[in-house]
């Protein structure tokens, strides 16, 4: 049995694949540790994992603004000590980062103390703390296709996301009437995700006469601290039910995503091998302020390989007429989930297990050479 310290803590597109990791190396026999933040979204999600150790550390996010600047500095300093202490304590044979302001201190400290160390980048433009901390790393996991300058080319894997068990999909009869949501009536799910979700409420809220009216039932995901829960009913000509949901945060993605017809979100990678796992086709609106812009290179690449489509957020005004041009026809419907089928064929989460238990194989140098770290 190894021991592995995962970092994924921040947001929920770097906290699902750490449950996931955790979960399938559980599974193998091994032992694991999830490094979080102290922030909202990580209390929520691993509230429905309590057969899962975590460990909270201190951190925030970089920024170029002063006061934000010196907080970062400040609390990643504390998030440094916190690490070494706790890797010193806990002694991991492997240590694995997803990326965001809880990877780098932990990376840090696990290259301090002779602990190999591994990242995984799932967005198509890898973040800060990846391009800063790859060339540190025994390996780097990267999206199909991507490479990172500085990294060497023994170091990198291309693999994907890996996803959460639960995230198989489900009959969509039963996943809507778990959800409270008509079965016969077609269904639109509105992500926005854990920051820029306004715009995207605000555009569902607008359209709510037009879907009832259309009979197209509605569940949209706020995000926390959002706007209030609550469910509106309207009906449509027939004189049927037609419900619109609003939810600040839903810990059963699996079934919502298998209960819709047509999803709209923004395009963090997770979402996007969710959709895919799930077989739902989705229209994206990569969120304009996203890190270097990553989000509409992941939504480029959704696109070409037969996703779903993209609209960019200065043409919400369109955005309706696009759903109805989709939802209603069953055929490209299909050749979307068709598409997403074939985009799932590769296990990442295995792929990713079974070299990890490589890297952490007794009689194994995994630390890389210094002249290459220099390199």
């Not at 190396?25 to 979204?41: D, I, Q, W, Y």
């Not at 899962?52 to 925030?60: A, D, H, I």
């Not at 198989?168 to 016969?184: H, K, S």
């Not at 926390?224 to 993605?253: C, Y």
Request: aromatic residues 6%; contains cysteine.
């Amino acid at each position: 049995m190894s021991r592995f310290l995962i970092s994924c803590g921040g947001t929920g597109g770097h906290l699902s694949p750490g449950i996931a990791l955790a979960e399938g190396l559980a599974v193998r026999g091994h032992e694991s540790v999830l490094l979080v933040s102290m922030k909202k979204v990580d209390t929520r999600l691993l509230e429905k994992y309590p057969h899962l150790r975590f460990e909270r550390s201190p951190g925030t996010a970089f920024s170029l603004r002063p006061v934000p600047l010196l907080r970062c500095v400040g609390t990643q300093s504390k998030a440094f000590a916190h690490c070494v202490r706790f890797v010193r304590a806990w002694r991991p044979d492997g240590i694995v980062g997803f990326g965001g302001f809880t990877s780098a201190p932990v990376i840090a400290a696990g290259r301090m103390c002779g602990v190999p160390v591994s990242l995984h980048e799932s967005n198509r433009v890898p973040g800060l703390a990846i391009r800063g901390l790859g060339r540190l790393a025994h390996r780097v996991y990267l999206p199909p296709g991507v490479r990172l300058a500085g990294v060497r080319p023994a170091a990198t894997r291309h693999i994907g996301l890996p996803v959460r068990r639960e995230f198989v999909r489900q009959p969509q009869a039963a996943a809507r009437a778990a959800l409270g949501l008509e079965p016969n009536l077609p269904v639109l799910v509105v992500l926005g995700g854990s920051q820029g979700s306004g715009a995207l409420n605000d555009w569902v809220r607008s359209r709510l006469g037009e879907f009832a009216a259309e009979g197209i039932q509605v569940y949209c995901v706020t995000g926390l601290g959002k706007g209030r829960d609550g469910t509106i009913e309207g009906r449509n000509p027939a004189g049927q039910v037609v419900r619109a949901v609003f939810a600040s945060f839903s810990d059963r993605m699996n079934e919502l995503l298998s209960a819709a017809d047509l999803v709209v979100s923004r395009a963090g990678a997770g979402t996007l091998a969710e959709l895919i796992r799930c077989e739902t086709p989705a229209i994206l609106v990569p969120y304009p302020q996203a890190a270097d812009d990553h989000q509409r290179a992941n939504a480029e690449y959704f696109e070409r390989q037969g996703g779903g489509l993209v609209i960019e957020q200065t043409r919400l005004a369109h955005l309706h007429q696009e759903v109805m041009d989709v939802i209603f026809n069953d055929w490209l419907l299909r050749k979307f989930r068709g598409n997403l089928r074939r985009m799932d064929r590769a296990n990442s989460l295995e792929l990713m297990l079974r070299d990890l238990e490589e890297i952490v194989a007794p009689g194994r140098n995994p630390l890389p050479a210094a002249h290459a770290i220099a390199a």
